[in-house]
């Protein structure tokens, strides 16, 4: 009886916290996505760097046979 009374409690304190669950998702989804294409674009030009600064050993190493 009491395992069932646990989960009574447990359904009366946790459907309003999915319940906000599913209404803030997509708000915080929505704010965070400024910061995903920053990480995006910083990404790029790290990648562009390391390739302009790896094409001087690239280009005397010649073709490969």
């Not at 790029?44 to 490969?64: E, N, S, Y």
Request: proline share 8%; glycine share 4%; with cysteine.
């Amino acid at each position: 009886m009491a395992g069932f009374l646990l989960w009574l409690l447990l359904l009366v304190f946790c459907w309003p916290l999915a319940l906000l669950a599913l209404v803030l998702y997509p708000v915080v989804w929505l704010l965070l996505l400024p910061l995903r294409l920053v990480g995006i674009t910083v990404t790029a030009v790290f990648a562009f760097l390391a390739a302009l600064l790896m094409l001087p050993a690239r280009v005397l190493r010649g073709r490969p046979v």
